[in-house]
């Protein structure tokens, strides 16, 4: 070898060194602006129970996750319109309260009221009602009649609409095209539905949904209660108006108007006289949070059993994700792979696991398809480069990205010409060709060669790379005992325990 080569062997790095270092001066802040008087701390100390050891003590239940926010652990009862099946069984619904007011006066309310809103990760404060535009939305008073009012019936409105339509178009008439009959297809797939109020999704298709239960018996009249503002109990304060539900904090759920904090009131009743006329109205409702709601690792815990570790990680090759699971999980894999294919589509669409650790000269593994298509063959792109990958046949490890974008851009030099005993299907010499002079590839593997042949051409740089398939052993003789037109600055061998040996 020649005295100006640099040979780069990977390193075992010993974890018995503590992972994180304080710094105890960061520990608490520090003060930026002397402070006049004193500042005193009360610090109260609990004696020690001597009955830690008692029966009574190791019988004590374990902590209550917060109370603030969904949780699986924290549920509020079952969805009773959804059946257990699988993993729609997760879908929780919860009672809360809400204030119905004027679609106009939504987003000002919800900028007054945000610390008396519910707040909750990925549910908006605003919810909106499939009868929420006004038209339709509560029935009108017996006995009173106006000239203004729309016709009973369906056809009756649209006819009246059809007459008076003018250039404004939909602007003047907004429900023109919603009335209009529907084809003879969906009024069969919505037959039956309509009782129920419901969207026809299916339940793994959705997030959340806020419904407001009817209460079946009641008059009309009790449907008014709780109206407040400047037109009263009136009912025609909703007629023809559209409306908003602003989900209130689980804190106020089944409380009645009387009971809540003299904060809501007030700005209700600013935002009544600034306004003018309106109405707002103190509704409950119910919302249901379903399985797409949950994150990963909320969901495994709440289907594996009490006490097994989480499967929280797993490697990410394009569209695959590797699992790397323990002994205690194979009786639940099926599942667990489901759940993370739930999670993280569309970005994985193949769930492996590896069956066996990696025993074989071509360092290939045993993978065995859990959930997915069952095809292996991918595309990574790392550092804005694009490699084609075939899990089954060669050797990939995204795991060492970061390591060799250090080499890259702290090691290697325009001027170095770099040869990698152990390519693989290219991330090491691809990525350094974009800044070198010149790369000699080599792979025992004829498979992952094939793949570093197309990868070159995949980013267009057949002419700084050359390829070859050969033992480790001669390839590093032939490099040394031949004269090449670029002679080798830098030796690349990504190959652990054994990297050494290849040069003697």
Request: with cysteine.
């Amino acid at each position: 070898m020649t005295a100006g080569t640099t040979i780069l062997l990977p390193l075992h790095i010993s974890m018995a060194s503590p992972l994180l270092h304080l710094n105890p001066h960061h520990l608490l802040p520090r003060l930026r602006r002397p402070i006049s008087g004193r500042l005193l701390l009360n610090i109260r100390f609990k004696p020690l129970s001597a009955t830690a050891a008692s029966p009574e003590a190791s019988q004590t239940p374990p902590p209550k996750p917060p109370s603030h926010g969904p949780s699986l652990r924290r549920v509020g009862h079952p969805s009773p319109s959804h059946p257990p099946e699988g993993l729609l069984s997760l879908a929780r619904t919860f009672d809360l309260a809400a204030l119905r007011v004027p679609a106009a006066a939504c987003a000002p309310l919800e900028r007054r009221l945000r610390g008396h809103l519910l707040n909750w990760p990925r549910v908006r404060n605003i919810a909106r009602q499939p009868n929420d535009e006004g038209h339709g939305l509560l029935p009108s008073p017996s006995g009173s009649s106006s000239s203004s009012a729309l016709p009973p019936t369906a056809v009756a409105r649209r006819e009246k609409l059809a007459r008076e339509f003018n250039a404004r178009g939909f602007v003047e008439f907004p429900i023109l095209a919603k009335m209009s009959r529907p084809a003879a297809r969906t009024r069969r797939e919505n037959k039956g539905t309509r009782s129920c109020n419901r969207e026809t999704k299916h339940e793994k298709d959705k997030v959340y949904v806020v419904e407001v239960p009817r209460q079946g018996g009641e008059d009309d009249d009790d449907e008014w209660k709780g109206l407040v503002g400047e037109e009263g109990f009136g009912k025609g304060a909703w007629r023809g108006e559209p409306t908003r539900l602003l989900l209130l904090d689980e804190s106020y759920a089944k409380r009645s108007l009387d009971e809540l904090p003299e904060a809501i009131k007030v700005v209700l009743e600013n935002e009544a006289k600034q306004c003018g006329s309106s109405a707002y109205e103190l509704v409950q409702c119910q919302l249901t949070l379903f399985y797409d709601y949950w994150p990963m690792n909320e969901v495994l815990e709440a289907l594996l059993p009490e006490g097994m570790i989480i499967p929280a990680g797993f490697e990410t090759v394009g569209h695959i994700a590797h699992l790397n699971l323990r002994d205690e999980h194979l009786p639940y894999k099926t599942l667990i792979a489901q759940v993370v294919l739930d999670k993280n589509k569309p970005k994985i669409q193949t769930v492996v696991n590896k069956t066996d650790a990696i025993q074989n000269d071509y360092r290939t593994m045993k993978l065995e398809v859990l959930a997915g298509c069952d095809s292996l063959v991918t595309t990574v792109i790392e550092s804005g480069l694009r490699f084609k990958v075939d899990l089954a046949t060669v050797y990939w490890n995204s795991r060492l990205a970061t390591e060799r974008q250090r080499l890259v851009n702290s090691v290697f030099q325009n001027s170095d010409v770099v040869c990698d005993v152990f390519s693989g299907v290219g991330p090491i010499a691809i990525s350094a060709a974009k800044k070198v002079k010149y790369v000699y590839a080599n792979d025992l593997n004829p498979t992952a060669v094939e793949y570093l042949e197309r990868n070159i051409v995949l980013n267009k740089l057949e002419r700084k790379i050359e390829v070859f398939n050969m033992d480790a052993r001669r390839f590093v003789a032939a490099m040394y005992s031949s004269q090449h037109v670029h002679p080798v600055t830098q030796l690349v061998m990504n190959l652990p325990k054994d990297a050494a040996e290849f040069l003697a």
